[in-house]
């Protein structure tokens, strides 16, 4: 099938040019190759590499200006992308909590610990992204529709409740539990003069993330969203795909130690601490 073919049997999106169709889908498309390098470089986390696979398929559908795999994909689409942006979410929380031991109590996690904790946060995760499969919340075509993710523009009291419990149990409380483990950790920094990492970037790397999709979704809880203009809808969807771009520059590439190794791999030499934190400066 040709591109005529296609641009003739598809219609563009209701409120989208052409040139904003293929822009989007160019954005994804960078996010996606982006995320999948950086992650692949520094093995942040698997559920940032899902998000990169739910952003190159909602690319792939953007060149093609329409969804391609039917409502059974669309579903099996949206709960991929929320489960990964749960467990991504979930993750970096554990990952805060980590560090305080590290940092402040100088212990470290047994590896059963560590185990027991990435089954929970795939579990807790997959709960949370299989209510709207059945019934509880919604799966359905954001604004450009050639991706799906959860359906935030009928705004009832299905939605309501689910967004609520959500928002609690997957971005409040992780939130909570990131600001009280940075706090110790830059209380326990400055007591010993030695900062080893910018403690308030992993939260405001997260509110700026997930914020703008975050409060789309709790506007849409109270307030009609549908006047809003599809393009505009579209932009906090694309915001929160930078996620995994932005974990690897706050976790991998902002560790020292990691970075130390990365100049070893690539050079063949190895550097003092302080050498590889004037590489960065």
């Known amino acids: 099938m040709t591109t005529e073919s296609l ?20 954005v994804l498309m960078a996010e ?7 992650n692949g470089l520094t093995i942040i986390s698997f559920p940032d590499c899902g998000i990169c696979i739910n952003a190159f398929i909602a690319a792939f559908s953007s060149f093609l200006r329409y969804w391609p795999y039917g409502s059974d994909g669309c579903q099996i689409h949206g709960f991929q ?12 929380a554990t990952l805060a909590w980590d560090r305080y031991h590290h940092y402040c109590t100088r212990s470290k996690l ?22 709207p499969l059945l019934g509880w919340g919604e799966y359905d075509y954001e604004p450009l ?9 009928k705004g009832d009291r299905n939605y309501v409740t689910y967004l609520i ?35 308030s970037l992993p939260v405001k790397s997260l509110v700026i993330c997930w914020g703008p999709y975050s409060l789309l979704c709790f506007y849409a809880a109270v307030e009609n969203v549908t006047f809003i203009s ?42 003092e601490k302080a050498e590889v934190d004037n590489k960065t400066k």
């Not at 641009?7 to 160019?26: A, D, N, R």
């Not at 996606?32 to 950086?38: E, V």
């Not at 047994?110 to 089954?119: K, R």
Request: aromatic content about 18%.
């Open 110 to 131: 047994q590896w059963s610990t560590a185990v027991s904790m990435v089954v929970f946060v795939w579990l807790f995760s997959a709960f949370w992204s299989v209510m």
């Open 32 to 38: 996606a190759l982006l995320g999948f390098c950086l």
């Open 145 to 153: 529709r050639t991706c799906c993710t959860l359906d935030y523009t």
């Open 165 to 199: 419990a959500l928002a609690t149990f997957n971005f409040a409380i992780p939130v909570f539990i990131m600001l009280t483990a940075y706090q110790s950790i830059d209380h326990k920094f400055k007591k010993t003069g030695q900062f080893k990492f910018n403690t």
């Open 7 to 26: 641009t003739t049997s598809y219609p563009l999106p209701e409120g989208f040019t052409e040139l904003e169709v293929f822009g989007f889908g160019t």
């Open 81 to 92: 992308g929320f489960v990964t942006a749960l467990a991504s979410i979930s993750s970096i």
């Open 230 to 271: 599809p393009k505009l809808r579209m932009i906090p969807a694309v915001i929160a795909k930078t996620a995994p771009v932005v974990n690897a520059f706050v976790y991998a590439l902002g560790n020292e130690n990691y970075r130390g190794g990365i100049w070893q791999f690539l050079t063949g030499q190895k550097i």
